[in-house]
T-cell receptor, first 114, second 112 residues
Framework: EPEVTQTPSHQVTQMGQEVILHCVPI?????FYWYRQILGQKVEFLVS????????KSEIFDDQFSVERPDGSNFTLKIRSTKLEDSAMYFC????????????FGEGSRLTVL | DQQVKQNSPSLSVQEGRISILNCDYT??????FLWYKKYPAEGPTFLIS?????DKNEDGRFTVFLNKSAKHLSLHIVPSQPGDSAVYFC???????????FGKGTMLLVSP
């Protein structure tokens, strides 16, 4: 069964460093997302991406964040200068259609900022 | 601002009995509702969904009920199995948008 894959599974970084999280969505999906879950809190939407551009973003997704689909398979999330509060589990997700809401999530990348 | 609320952080049920997980929402623009299940160290996995034009959707042991007037939905699992032990997230999306708004989750523990 096709799945969303994410790397790394865990990254530890120093505050102020740049981090890139990688995702390979399911190949025939058109909509791509990043969500995050801070420990003990709910899963929060960050950004959605369709047709090679950001379609929606939350207030969390400020200028420190960016996304890119550099080729036909990868979808990356970059955090330019990490802060302590960026420590969270970051989930990539993809979907076939816009309005059904059914998303397929990866296993997550745990980011720890020291 | 919690647009999707799951007021029970945990629920314990015996194997074979019914599990009922509840979810309330405040945003009247939501028209599609989903339940996701999450095991530790894994991403959320889609379980079942319901459109606002329906009030019930059933898939095997899982049934989701939607009460639009009360802005309330519930997930029934019957019979519950130990493998159902996980965190269950209620999520909602609004027409024209593909993003999901999640609740905080309810941890279900099904004991043998």
């Amino acid at each position: 069964e096709p799945e969303v894959t994410q790397t790394p599974s865990h990254q530890v970084t120093q505050m102020g460093q740049e981090v890139i999280l990688h995702c390979v969505p399911i190949s025939n999906h058109l909509y791509f997302y990043w969500y995050r879950q801070i420990l003990g809190q709910k899963v929060e939407f960050l950004v959605s991406f369709y047709n090679n551009e950001i379609s929606e973003k939350s207030e969390i997704f400020d200028d420190q964040f960016s996304v890119e689909r550099p080729d036909g398979s990868n979808f990356t999330l970059k955090i330019r200068s990490t802060k302590l509060e960026d420590s969270a589990m970051y989930f990539c997700a993809s979907g076939r259609e816009k309005n059904t809401g059914e998303l397929f999530f990866g296993e997550g990348s745990r980011l720890t900022v020291l | 601002d919690q647009q999707v609320k799951q007021n029970s952080p945990s629920l314990s049920v015996q194997e074979g009995r019914i599990s009922i997980l509840n979810c309330d929402y405040t945003n009247s623009m939501f028209d599609y509702f989903l339940w996701y299940k999450k095991y530790p160290a894994e991403g959320p996995t889609f379980l079942i969904s319901i459109s606002s034009i329906k009030d019930k959707n059933e898939d095997g042991r899982f049934t989701v009920f939607l009460n639009k007037s009360a802005k309330h939905l519930s997930l029934h699992i019957v019979p519950s199995q130990p493998g159902d032990s996980a965190v269950y997230f209620c999520a909602a999306s609004a027409r024209g948008y593909s993003t999901l708004t999640f609740g905080k989750g309810t941890m279900l523990l099904v004991s043998p």
